[in-house]
């Protein structure tokens, strides 16, 4: 039976903790796996229970943060050689930056016949300087010159990788979009929907309009406050607007809302124009609650939100980053680019005057959805190319 030794940048709530689960629990029995990761940050909700839910048993290594650390990073380093030569892995999979630089450097000191890494996202534009951009690009075609595949998770970032920044050929890189248990989304959606909108004082004709995700400056949050403003100067759309998630950039977030005359609070039950919830567990319960799904980032690789808003049967309006456009049903949604201020202004006036039966198009979604991005179909891409390798 062959070894997968199966690395993450860390275990916080996201979809890559729900991918590297699947494979690491469907794949077998074909195929034995160690799942490895670093803990969540200050900030971060813990995505352990995700894994422990399938009965998997993750090595958490401590030594792995999100930022450079020279010393703690060679500790990752040691500590992943140490695992890689007691497990005997045929294969080394990476996921996301941080794990793909440590895990792979790790794996060609040791030899291991196999390296593969999936490009999740990328840190080749909005993130950093143009010195540290270019850093990071060197060492990222280093590293997938001595892979032996790479995998992009959406035909756009294909063409980045390759085309664009160059980080490796086209005949390297495998296309195998995410996969989920995307089941739960098509769930109790009317009992979801009372309570969600029971415990945030919404009226049975206010529009609810949501933002999922990592409060940090790369998901250009002050692009929604800017927008819900702008909602709010209509004065003809009844709304309560919720960021849902937590992070470093809560401080400046909220000095947004007060820029922008957006009032805001922590508490469900007052009526402010935005609520701040936190992390939310059970996203779906939310999801349904919701009437509109909101994207504002800068750079993303496949924006999980905006499949499971799709798979809950949401209407959703985004700026058009990363694999997007691979990922949006066209009647089930709206795309601006990233500069465009004035045309997300516009897509989401639009959203919140369609009316009941266009907005909530939960049976075009959810079949695109569940048919596009189910675990099973990313469990079955994963083996048909590890077979293909070990080959």
Known sequence: ????????????????????????????????????????????????????????????????????????????????????????????HTHASKAGAIGRLAAIHCKVPIIIHTFHGHVFHSYFGKLKTSFYKTIERYLAKHSTAIIAISNKQTKELSDEFKIVPKHKIHVIPLGFDLRRFTLNKGQNRKEFREKYNLNNDQLAIGIIGRLAPIKNH??????????????????????????????????????????????????????????????????????????????????????????????????????????????????????????????LNSACHLNHASLISSEKGENWALSKFSYTRLVKDMSLLYNQLLK
């Open 222 to 347: 002050n692009l929604f406050i800017e927008s819900i403003a702008h909602i709010k100067k209509q004065g003809n759309i009844n709304f309560k607007a919720f960021i849902i998630g937590d992070g470093d950039s809560r401080d400046s977030i909220i000095e947004s809302c007060k820029m922008n005359g957006v009032s805001w609070s922590n508490n469900a039950k007052e009526n402010a124009n935005i609520i701040f919830t936190s992390w939310i567990t059970n996203i779906e319960w939310a999801l349904h609650g919701l009437d509109i799904v909101t994207l504002t980032s800068l750079n993303e690789g496949t924006p999980v939100s905006i499949i499971e808003a799709q798979a809950a049967g949401k209407y959703v309006v985004s700026t058009n980053v990363g694999g997007i456009e691979d990922v949006l049903h066209p009647d089930c949604g709206l795309l601006s680019e990233t500069h465009d201020k004035k045309a997300f202004f516009k897509n």
């Open 1 to 92: 039976m062959p070894k997968v030794l199966r690395i993450i940048n860390r275990f916080n709530i996201g979809g890559i903790t729900y991918n590297v689960s699947y494979l690491s629990k469907y794949l077998a029995p074909e195929y034995e796996t160690l799942l490895v990761g670093g803990p969540e940050e200050e900030g971060e909700d813990s995505s352990l229970y995700i894994p422990e839910s399938l009965g998997l048993k993750p090595i958490v290594l401590y030594q792995f943060q999100r930022e450079i650390n020279p010393l703690a990073d060679y500790k990752a380093y040691k500590e992943i050689k140490k695992i890689i030569k007691e497990f005997k892995p045929d294969i080394v």
